[in-house]
C-alpha cells in the first residue's frame, strides 16, 4: 500500500472515529457543566477549599479565580522544580535552574508546553507525575471553564453571572479528563507506550559506549498530554520517540485523543446554546481549516521540491520512518492546530512552504480545531467579528445568538484578536534586534527568521511544539518564552471572560428578518474567510521573510 | 551579549527571589487588567 493510500486510509478512519464520539462525548460534557448535583467527592474538595457550590460568581469574581488558581499553581511547580533532588524519584537529578524553573512553570501552567529542557535528562519521576503532568489536567479545565462560561455569556439572560470557577475546574478534571486520560493510558499501554518506575536499563552500544535507557509512567502521562491539548513529552524526542509513541496505532490514538475534546466541544456548545446546528457550524468552520491546511502541509511534503529530496525520493528527513510522509502531515496539521505541540517529526524539517502553513496554522489563533477549551471561545469570538463584519457589508443588524453585538463587545473582541499578534511579532523583532537571542539560531538565513517566529508564535499562541535548531535553554528565551507563555494565554482569557460577563448582563433579543443566520453553510465560509484574513494580513509580512523568502 | 540578561552566576537564592517577585507583578498585572477592562 502506498504511503498516500494509507494516510487517506487513516484520515477517514480518523473522522469515523471522531464522528462516533461527537455526539456522546459533546452531551456527556454538557451534562457535566449544566448539572445541579455535586459528587459526594467533589463536595468534599469544596468543603476543603472553602467553596459554596451553589454560589455563581460575577465575571471579576471568575477571573480572579482563576487567576489566583494560577497563580499558586505556578508558584508550586517552580518550587516543586527548584527542590527536587531532595525529593523522592529525582533519579539523580539536580534541581531545574531558576530560568528554567520559570519558563516551564510558565509553561505547564498555561497549557503550552514548551519544553526548553529534555526530559529524560533533567526531570525526575515526581516532578513529571505530581508538577508537570497535574498541570496537565488542571490547565485543560481551566480552558473548558472559560469556554463554558463565555457560552453562559450566550445564553443567561439579564445576569451579572457567569458560573463558578471552582466548580466548573472541578468538574473538568474529575468528570471529563481524568476517566478519559485512564482509558486513554490503558489504550496506549495496549498499543506498546511503556508505564514503569525503572530508574533506567544500561545498555551497551555498537560504538562500545555505555547509554542508560530511562523508563518511566509515560503512557499515562501521554494520555493527558493529548486528550488536553498539552503536547509536553516525556521524552526529549515527544512523539517522535518510541516509548512514548511506538507504531502507527499509537500515533493514530494520539492524533484522535488531539482532536477529541476540541472537537466534541462543538456539540456541547450546540446543546447549551439548544441549537445544535450553531455547533455544526463551528465544527464545520473548524473542520475546513485543518481540512485546507492537511492538503497544503502534506501536498507541500510529498512534492518534496528541492534536488536533495527528489534524489532521496521523498521529504523524510526529520520524519520517522514507521510513520512516513503523510501520517506526519497528519500529526503535525493536527497538533499544531489544536495548540498541542506534540510532535512526532522535527517541524524544523519539513520542507519551508510546508513548515510556513503550520507557522500561519498556529497563526489562525489555534482554532482549527483548537486547544481543550481555547479552541471553542477562541472561534467563538471571532464569529462575532464575522458577524459585525457581514453586519457593516450587507446592513444586518449586529447580532449573535440571540445577544446585540454593541461597541463594548466590539472593544473586548477587538483586544482579544490584536493580543496575540502584538505579542508573536514584538517578541520575534526583539528577539531578533538583540544579539544574545540571534545566537541561539542554529540556521543562517530566512530559516533562522523562521526558528525564532515559529518559536514566538508557539509559545504566544500556547502551543508549546518547537522548530527545532533555535537554542531555547538561555536566560533570554526562558524568560521572555516565559512572559509570551503568560500573556498569551491569560490576558485573552481576562477578555474573554469579561465578553462573557457583557454579554450575560444583555437581554436575549429574538431573531428578526434582519438577523444574520449563523447556521448556514454561507456563514462557515464567511466565518472561515474572517479567520484567514486576518491571521493573512497579519502574519504575512513575517511569513514573507521567513519560510516563503526560504521556499520560493 | 545581551546587556540586560541576568548573568549566568547569578546565586540560585537571588535568582529564585527574582523569578518569585515577577511570578507575583505578573499576576498582579494581570489583576488590574480585569479592573480595567471591568471600566470599559
Known sequence: MSDTTAGLLQVALLIAALALCYRPLGAYMARVYTSEHDSRLERGLYRVMGVDPKADQRWPVYARSLLAFSAVSMLFLYGLLRVQAHLPWSLGFPGVPPALSFNTAGSFLTNTNWQNYSGESTMGYLSQMAGLAVENFTSAAVGMAVAVALIRGFIRSRTDRIGNFWVDLTRGCLRILLPLAVVGAIALIAAGAIQNFSSGTVANTLAGVHQSITGGPVASQEAIKQLGTNGGGFYNANSAHPFENPNPFSNFLAIFFLLLIPVALTRTFGLMVKDKRQGYAILATMATLWGLILAGVWSLEAAHPGTALKLAGAAMEGKETRFGVATSSLFATSTTGTSTGAVDAAHSSFTALGGGLLIFNMGLGEVAPGGTGTGIYGILIVAIVAVFIAGLMVGRTPEYLHKKITGREIKLVSLYILTTPVIVLAGTGIAMSVSAARASILNPGPHGLSEVLYAFMSTANNNGSAFAGLSGNTNFYNIALGLTMLAGRLIPILLALGLAGSLARQRSIPATAGTLPTHTALFVLLLAGVIIIVAGLTFFPALALGPLAEGL | ?40
Not at chain 2, 546587556?3 to 494581570?30: E, K, Q
Not at chain 2, 487588567?33 to 471600566?39: S, T
Open chain 2, 1 to 40: 551579549v545581551w546587556s540586560n540578561c541576568p548573568p549566568d552566576d547569578w546565586s540560585p537564592r537571588m535568582s529564585d527571589l527574582v523569578f518569585v517577585i515577577l511570578i507575583i507583578a505578573f499576576f498582579a498585572v494581570l489583576s488590574l487588567i480585569v479592573k480595567g477592562v471591568e471600566r470599559l
